[in-house]
Protein backbone atom coordinates (compact mmCIF):
# COMPACT_ATOMS: atom_id res chain seq x y z
CA UNK A 1 0.00 0.00 0.00
CA UNK A 2 1.20 3.44 -0.73
CA UNK A 3 2.97 5.88 2.05
CA UNK A 4 0.06 8.16 2.01
CA UNK A 5 -2.29 5.82 3.37
CA UNK A 6 0.19 4.52 5.99
CA UNK A 7 0.88 8.15 6.90
CA UNK A 8 -2.72 9.13 7.60
CA UNK A 9 -3.25 5.62 9.83
CA UNK A 10 -0.21 6.85 11.74
CA UNK A 11 -1.63 10.40 12.36
CA UNK A 12 -5.37 9.02 12.80
CA UNK A 13 -3.86 6.79 15.76
CA UNK A 14 -1.46 9.75 17.23
CA UNK A 15 -4.48 12.26 17.12
CA UNK A 16 -7.18 9.97 18.70
CA UNK A 17 -4.94 9.03 21.92
CA UNK A 18 -4.99 13.59 22.23
CA UNK A 19 -8.62 12.86 21.86
CA UNK A 20 -8.64 14.86 18.94
CA UNK A 21 -10.17 13.28 15.19
CA UNK A 22 -9.88 13.42 11.85
CA UNK A 23 -13.33 14.93 10.29
CA UNK A 24 -12.23 15.40 6.76
CA UNK A 25 -9.77 14.46 4.45
CA UNK A 26 -9.49 16.78 1.20
CA UNK A 27 -7.16 15.11 -1.68
CA UNK A 28 -6.44 15.26 -5.36
CA UNK A 29 -8.25 12.06 -7.33
CA UNK A 30 -4.73 9.72 -6.92
CA UNK A 31 -4.61 6.27 -7.21
CA UNK A 32 -3.34 6.45 -3.54
CA UNK A 33 -6.50 8.15 -2.17
CA UNK A 34 -8.69 5.91 -4.15
CA UNK A 35 -8.22 2.44 -3.71
CA UNK A 36 -10.77 0.38 -1.57
CA UNK A 37 -9.25 0.21 1.38
CA UNK A 38 -8.19 3.51 1.76
CA UNK A 39 -12.08 4.39 1.64
CA UNK A 40 -13.27 1.46 3.81
CA UNK A 41 -10.76 3.04 5.84
CA UNK A 42 -12.24 6.39 6.09
CA UNK A 43 -15.62 5.05 6.66
CA UNK A 44 -14.83 2.75 9.68
CA UNK A 45 -12.64 5.57 11.08
CA UNK A 46 -15.56 7.86 10.44
CA UNK A 47 -13.30 10.44 8.22
CA UNK A 48 -15.24 12.61 5.50
CA UNK A 49 -13.67 11.68 2.65
CA UNK A 50 -13.72 14.55 -0.16
CA UNK A 51 -11.82 14.65 -3.70
CA UNK A 52 -11.08 17.76 -5.91
CA UNK A 53 -12.00 17.92 -9.37
CA UNK A 54 -9.38 17.26 -11.58
CA UNK A 55 -7.59 20.06 -13.82
CA UNK A 56 -9.18 22.63 -11.17
CA UNK A 57 -6.54 24.65 -9.24
CA UNK A 58 -9.02 27.26 -7.76
CA UNK A 59 -10.57 24.13 -5.34
CA UNK A 60 -7.22 23.72 -3.77
CA UNK A 61 -5.87 26.96 -3.87
CA UNK A 62 -3.72 27.64 -1.31
CA UNK A 63 -1.67 24.23 -2.10
CA UNK A 64 -1.59 25.16 -5.81
CA UNK A 65 -0.42 28.26 -4.80
CA UNK A 66 2.72 27.14 -2.81
CA UNK A 67 3.44 23.97 -5.16
CA UNK A 68 3.71 27.16 -8.10
CA UNK A 69 5.57 29.22 -6.10
CA UNK A 70 8.08 26.08 -5.19
CA UNK A 71 8.32 25.32 -8.84
CA UNK A 72 9.15 28.48 -9.53
CA UNK A 73 11.67 29.04 -7.28
CA UNK A 74 13.50 26.56 -8.28
Do not use: H, W
Not at 9 to 22: A, E, V, Y
Not at 28 to 47: D, Q, R
Amino acid sequence: MDEAFDMLKDFGTNQNQIGNKIKIFRSKNGGEYISNEFIYFCKKEGINKETSVPYNLEQNGVDERKNKSIVEAT
